[in-house]
Structures are given as C-alpha cells and as structure tokens.
C-alpha cells in the first residue's frame, strides 16, 4: 500500500519562504514523473511543479522562477522550495505521482500572509 505524506508547510508572510518535503512508502518513485499540486478553499486542485525520473522539471507560470521542485530517490523523497511566497499561493499541498496517481495523502497547509 502506497502512502504519501507532505510535510513542511505553515503560516509565512508574504516574501517568505518554505521548503514542503512528501515522503513515499510501499513504492519505489524513482521511475515516475512525480508533481505537487495545490488547491485552494473554492478551487479545484492543479499542479504546480513536476519533476521526471532522471530530473527535467516542469512549473506552472504563476509559480516560475519562484518555486523549485527536486527529489532524492534514495530516500523516495520529493521536495518544493517555494520562495517569495504570496497571499495566492495559500493552499493545501500535496504530492503525487502525474500519471495514474497514487491515493492522495493529507497534504500540508500553506499559508500566506500580506
């Protein structure tokens, strides 16, 4: 049984940073395109970052140049640091993997300050 657990988020005024960590279990990742995705109260929930096998990353626009998605396949651990945070960018994180996703985790709340 796979399960995925976010950590690593909190309340941060905006310009501020975090560094949200998903820890995998019952699955090996490293051959899978694995993402974060948020979703805000009211939204429906969208990906923000991916990152592939052997490292290529992609980033939604609203999130570019601020956010950096990385991973440790080692310790089947993915990573986003987000810098220069936002009001926007409140929201419940989570990981998973981009295709045929695993059953969601809990997630880890951000939330931002102005």
């Known amino acids: 049984q796979v399960q995925l657990v976010e950590s690593g988020g909190g309340l941060v005024q905006a310009g501020g940073s975090l560094r949200l960590s998903c820890a995998a279990s019952?699955?090996?990742?490293?051959?899978?395109?694995m993402g974060w995705y948020r979703q805000a109260p009211g939204k429906q929930r969208e990906l923000v970052a991916s990152i592939g096998s052997i490292g290529s990353t992609t980033y939604a626009d609203s999130v570019k140049e601020r956010f950096t998605i990385s991973r440790d396949n080692a310790k089947n651990t993915l990573y986003l640091q987000m810098n220069s945070l936002k009001p926007e960018d409140t929201a419940v994180y989570y990981c998973?993997?981009?295709?045929?996703?695993?059953?969601w985790g809990q997630g880890t709340q951000v939330t931002v300050s102005s």
């Open positions: 998973n993997r981009v295709r045929s996703p695993f059953s």
């Open positions: 019952g699955t090996i990742f490293s051959g899978s395109r």
